[in-house]
């Protein structure tokens, strides 16, 4: 649904995505002290419901009125919370038309496609409606998952390099990589695909 050019909630053939309120706040400290969940994001993963909301949900929520930001994956069939989604301008040096993608689900959800279902929403949305020029997505080079959806989305591998971000996480020693893919890029997929 879209207001005065925010969008509030997009809908997916089986994800229902809406921005986020206080009462995520269980499922995003749980979410964020999962190890596994964050095992190529954070060494850190005390996560407290007081972090979550003094510092999480008030950026997350920061985006309100834009139509970008982050969402949180509802399940349809179930109401079942998933994950969140991320949709944003980068945080370090941000550049007019350049979108970062991002995804963190429930070790249950993950091997569903629902990170590429949700992630092709919000490309589709941002490259059709939002005046994107370009998607990028990062992770670490041992984080075969997250690229397989980035992959399945449509970006391509742009660039490997050695973020001093991921320092002390297992598998920092192969890189980091960039992937991207462009409104041309995405427009030429959408015709081969015959959409």
């Not at 909301?53 to 109401?79: D, K, N, Q």
């Not at 991320?86 to 941000?94: A, E, G, S």
């Not at 041992?142 to 991921?166: A, Q, Y």
């Not at 980091?176 to 409104?183: E, G, N, P, Q």
Request: charged fraction near 25%; proline fraction near 4%; hydrophobic fraction near 40%.
């Amino acid at each position: 649904m879209i207001h005065d050019g925010r969008v509030d909630t997009l809908d997916t053939e089986r994800l229902h995505l809406r921005r986020m309120t206080d009462d995520d706040a269980g499922h995003l400290e749980a979410l964020h002290s999962d190890p596994e969940v964050m095992r190529y994001l954070s060494a850190n993963i005390s996560e407290t419901r007081e972090h979550v909301l003094s510092e999480v949900l008030p950026f997350f929520r920061s985006f309100h009125g834009t139509p970008f930001g982050y969402w949180a994956a509802i399940e349809r069939s179930s109401g079942r919370w998933l994950g969140w989604f991320l949709f944003r301008p980068l945080r370090k040096d941000p550049v007019p038309g350049v979108i970062e993608l991002g995804y963190r689900l429930t070790r249950d959800a993950w091997g569903h496609g629902y990170a590429t279902e949700g992630s092709r929403e919000l490309v589709a949305r941002g490259f059709a409606e939002h005046g994107v020029q370009l998607v990028v997505a990062f992770t670490m080079v041992v984080n075969r998952g997250s690229r397989g959806v980035m992959e399945k989305v449509g970006l391509r591998l742009v660039e490997t390099w050695r973020d001093p971000d991921s320092a002390g996480l297992d598998g920092a020693e192969h890189g980091d990589v960039r992937y991207a893919l462009t409104r041309e890029q995405w427009a030429a997929q959408g015709a081969s695909d015959g959409s």
